[in-house]
C-alpha cells in the first residue's frame, strides 16, 4: 500500500512582520528546551535555549516562552528576515531515569520569508 | 562553523560496500552523538557517547557500527547497508549529556 508522509507545519510571512513558531512537547517532567534552525544542506544550528524554572528568555531578535501547564514552547522571531528561512525544531531534554539526559526532536515547522 | 565537523559531506554507496564516516569536535565537548535525519521525519537518535564510553545505543541495527578512540573524534562504519538507510546522518557534541548540542553540516548517504 501507499504510506502517507509526514507533513511539515509551514508558516509564511513577509520580510519585517513578527514570526511565531509553536512546538507542544510531550513529557511533563522534560527540564530543558532548545530551539534550533536547519537551513537547507546543513546541520541544525542553536539558537535559544530554556529551563523550566523560566517562562521566558530573550535572544538577539528572538523570544521563547515556555507554558509548562499545557506543554507549549513558543520561538517569537521579531522583524523577520530572508535569512530566517529554515525549517526550525524544538527539542526537549529529560533524563527518563538514565543518568544522563537525552534530546526528542520535534519535526520541525518551515519558516519561508517572503521580501 | 559550530566547531563540529563531518567527513565526507556526501557518500553514495552499494549494498554490500564497506566504508565509514568520521566526525571531529573541536569545543573540548566530553559527549558525542550520532543522529538519523530523513525526509519529513525527526531526529533520530542512533548512539551516545560520553567520555568515550557507549551510553546509548537507541535499537540500532547492526550494520551501523559506532566508535569513539577519544573524546574528539567519533566514527560510523557502515556495511551491509539497505537502501532505506539513505538519509543525512548529523554528528553532534555537548559538554555533558543533557546540554546543548551543537551540531555538525551532515554527511549524506544515498544507499544504491
Known amino acids: 500500500g501507499e504510506s502517507v508522509g509526514l507533513h511539515l507545519p509551514t508558516l509564511s510571512v513577509q520580510e519585517g512582520d513578527n514570526s511565531i513558531i509553536n512546538c507542544a512537547y510531550s513529557?511533563?517532567?522534560?527540564?530543558?528546551f532548545i530551539w534550533y534552525k536547519q537551513e537547507s544542506g546543513k546541520g541544525p544550528q542553536f539558537i535559544i535555549d530554556?529551563?523550566?524554572?523560566?517562562d521566558k528568555r530573550q535572544g538577539q531578535r528572538v523570544t521563547v516562552l515556555l507554558n509548562k501547564t499545557v506543554k507549549h514552547l513558543s520561538l517569537q522571531i521579531a522583524a523577520t528576515q530572508p535569512g530566517d528561512s529554515a525549517v526550525y525544531f524544538c527539542?526537549?531534554?529529560?533524563?527518563?531515569?538514565?543518568?544522563?539526559?537525552?534530546?526528542?526532536f520535534g519535526q520541525g515547522t518551515i519558516l519561508t520569508v517572503h521580501p | 562553523e559550530t566547531g563540529v565537523t563531518q567527513t565526507p559531506r556526501h557518500l553514495v554507496m552499494g549494498m554490500t560496500n564497506k566504508k565509514s564516516l568520521k566526525c571531529e569536535q573541536h569545543?573540548?565537548?566530553?559527549?558525542m552523538y550520532w543522529y538519523k535525519q530523513s525526509a519529513k521525519k525527526p531526529l533520530e537518535l542512533m548512539f551516545v557517547?560520553?567520555?568515550?564510553?557507549?551510553?546509548e545505543n537507541n535499537s540500532v541495527p547492526s550494520r551501523f557500527s559506532p566508535e569513539c578512540p577519544n573524546s574528539s573524534h567519533l566514527f560510523l562504519h557502515l556495511h551491509t547497508l539497505q537502501p532505506e538507510d539513505s538519509a543525512l546522518y548529523l554528528c553532534?557534541?555537548?559538554?555533558?549529556?543533557?546540554?546543548?548540542?551543537?551540531f555538525g553540516p551532515g554527511t549524506r548517504l544515498t544507499v544504491l
Open positions: 527539542a526537549e531534554n529529560w533524563a527518563g531515569g538514565t543518568s544522563y539526559g537525552k534530546l526528542t
Open positions: 513529557n511533563s517532567a522534560s527540564d530543558y
Open positions: 557517547y560520553s567520555l568515550e564510553e557507549r551510553v
Open positions: 530554556i529551563r523550566s524554572n523560566m
Open positions: 553532534a557534541s555537548s559538554q555533558d549529556p543533557g546540554l546543548v548540542q551543537f
Open positions: 569545543l573540548g565537548h566530553n559527549a
